[in-house]
């Protein structure tokens, strides 16, 4: 059983930056894959990023990639999401999700435990 809780959302102006966090509960949090993901109204879940059970692998949307950063610190139970040059399209729910498996990936259907969400809002 993986318990996660995301924190770090808040109002920001466009080019701005946030820094999300994931606090987790439970043994085998170190032994799984994570990943962040969004929901804009009206829209689909989407995938944003995902770091597998090491730190050592990382992989994003192309509509992140190069301004933000997945991390994660296996001896605080923690995952990062560093969000730099926001826009106001990333304004979304922000979720922290935990893979099944070791290496995460951006497949919504992989991931089985979910955090209750955290809202970003990027104003223009």
């Known amino acids: 059983q993986v318990q996660l809780v995301e924190s770090g959302g808040g109002l920001v102006q466009a080019g701005g930056s946030r820094r999300l966090s994931c606090a987790a509960s439970g043994r085998t949090f170190s032994n799984r894959g994570m990943g962040w993901f969004r929901q804009a109204p009206g829209k689909e879940r989407e995938f944003v990023a995902c770091?597998?059970?090491?730190?050592?692998?990382?992989y994003y949307a192309d509509s992140v990639k190069g301004r933000f950063t997945i991390s994660r610190d296996n001896s605080k139970n923690t995952v990062y999401l560093q969000m730099n040059s926001l826009k106001p399209e990333d304004t979304a729910v922000y979720y922290c999700?935990?893979?099944?498996?070791?290496?995460?990936?951006?497949?919504?259907?992989?991931?089985?435990?979910w955090g209750q969400g955290t809202q970003v809002t990027v104003s223009s």
């Open positions: 999700a935990a893979n099944r498996a070791i290496f995460g990936g951006s497949e919504i259907t992989s991931y089985d435990y």
């Open positions: 770091i597998s059970w090491s730190g050592g692998s990382t």
